[in-house]
């Protein structure tokens, strides 16, 4: 375990499952398709699910120019980007021991509006990439009206922390004699059988980054 | 689609996407195994994994005393509850109309502590089934000191909202024309074979519970 770069972002609860070192944080951002940002709107907490790239020490967040939490980001809000990957249900022998493993990573701070068009495009490619890799160069490139109408936002990993839980249980020494099975069931993301669009054109294999994606 | 129940809950961005009936909130709350909360900590948002559980007009958190979350929300701090399922990737034959299917609940309002002790264990043991049907008769019930040292707090379910997409990519009308596949890669949670604690006595087979779950 490394230092917290903050008192905020210290993980306060069992502190032994926090780390901060950029290994244990970027695996969990790079391995979740999706995270979830908190932002204060009108004085209230709002959480919104949206999907997000790391590349080396930023993340990217793109949608509308409409979009509330993005126009927030623009205007210097501050943000907290929560990730969480389920790796398992824990079943302990004591109801109070159940417990799930996870990764979660807190990355707090504030985001910058990107305005150069090369740093813009990059993020989209790796927005792309980052959900479906090999997609980018199998699609059509977004117009000029696509990219104007698209914000791109950038948070510097700076202050963050990641929370895990792994391994079996940890019962009370006494439960341990208690004729209950105990151990992790654990689970994973699965894809199924590509669907494909109902106005496909004949003749139209699947693309190579969707037959790796989903091993079909 | 029904009228939301205040402005601020009011799905802002694809207005189309959004419901307001229970059946499609309860929907989301109940098939997801944790929600994200978000609150406000010295002036900041933050935002937390938990695992929750939705009965009837309720949903219960709970975790250890010490939580600062659990403190926050218990001292009437205003929360949002914020659950995502991810249905699929949605491949679009332009980078631009790339999405994700999936089905997101916010829900805002402030909690209370829950002091009933009938109402702690019935909401202890809807928690653990919750995330592992059956599991509860199979366990060891809370003891005093374990009930003592576990906060549940409750969320009423008034202010809430449902984002939904589904269904297949929306291209424009002139990319369908392109050479490009698209279409829907479904994803899912899949549970792998359950794994023993290291510690589990000879002879104890695997619970019901789990091998309903996984299958197995």
Known sequence: MTEASSERIRVRRLEERGAYDRESLDEVLDEALICHVGFITDGDPYVIPTIHVRDGDTIYFHGSAASRMLRLMKNGAEVCVTTTIVDGI????SAFHHSMNYRSAVVLGTARLVDDDEERLRAMEMITEHVLPGR????????????????????????????????????????????????????TTASGEPEPDPRLADGIEVAPSVVRFSGS
Do not use: M
């Not at 824990?90 to 022998?93: K, P, T, Y």
């Not at 009206?145 to 019962?171: C, M, N, Y």
């Open 136 to 187: 980018w160069s199998e699609a059509r490139h977004p117009s000029d009206v696509e990219s104007k109408g698209t914000l791109i936002l950038a948070l510097a990993i700076e202050e963050f922390s990641v929370k895990t839980r792994s391994g079996p249980p940890a019962d009370d020494e006494a439960d341990y004699a208690l004729p209950i099975w105990a151990g992790v069931i654990p689970l």
């Open 90 to 93: 824990v079943a302990a022998r």
